[in-house]
């Protein structure tokens, strides 16, 4: 397994290499790039990024930007999403590929069939466009909703991914618990979560998966805020999370997404061998 941060460690004064260089000497093996305000990287850079991640060993992801809307009801949104796709699936092909994690759409109050027809439409039409310039070493990761409001539930998104290439599932567990008020008490939520991916997609995907990670508030609405990771209190409990991935053989990348990063990630990391896991 490999764990890193959202963005660049609070510790780091510099930019984007400075914390792929820190992330890196602190000992952890994967970084998500902010994009989540637009795409704002040269070529150049992304080329570099992906070189020095390669020799340190560090895989590289990247999230997208927070007005994606595959099911928006304007077609200037929708191809302003499609835009920000592309925007953000060049860059990862630059640094080498990865996967490109966007929020796929919002329900706003119509039905949900209806949305997840109107989101495969529209992320047919960017990855006709992926196709076509040859991106082919990225994933477009759909992220799982923290708010009932938003679409992609886990069923929705191994459904979605199931019938489109180069698309992937992917699993915030702090979203899946706060969109349910709660609802992660331990391992037999986290198996369930694993059962239905499994189910659409196959073994083989759990085998690589890349998740968000992050202890959290909620209320009815759904998500609040990110909280700092506590072993004992937070929510969702890491631990049974942990020993579920090692039991199951399961493997792939957990991002960090508490206010803490990269000095949470690395306690993440430290439950995750002490569960017996490989990381
Ligand atoms: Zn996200």
Known sequence: MRF?????????????????????KIGLRAYEVEFVRGVHMSREKALELGKRARARGVSLSCHGPYWINCAAREKS???????????????MQAMGGGV????PAFY?????????????????????????????????GLETSGKPTQFGTVEELSMLSAELPQTIPVIDFAHLHAVRNGWIKGKEQYSQIFDEIEKNLGLNYLKHFHSHYSNIEYTIKGER?????????????????????????????????TPLLDQDALRLQAIFREAGGKA
Not at 4 to 24: F, K, M, R, S, W
């Open 100 to 103: 490109i994690v966007i929020h």
């Open 4 to 24: 890193g941060p959202a963005g660049i460690p609070l510790a780091v004064e510099g930019d984007t290499l400075e914390g792929l260089e820190y992330t890196a």
């Open 225 to 257: 805020r990110h909280l700092e990771f506590s072993p004992s209190t937070g929510e969702p409990p890491f631990k049974p999370l942990a020993e579920l991935i090692v039991e199951r053989g399961y493997d792939g990348t957990i991002i960090c997404e």
């Open 77 to 91: 949104k929708i191809a302003r999403s499609i835009h920000n796709i592309m925007d953000s699936a060049r860059a």
């Open 108 to 140: 706003m109050e119509r039905d949900k069939k209806e949305v997840y027809s109107q989101v495969k439409e529209t992320l047919n039409l960017a990855l006709e466009k992926i196709k076509s310039e040859k991106l082919d070493k990225i994933l477009v």
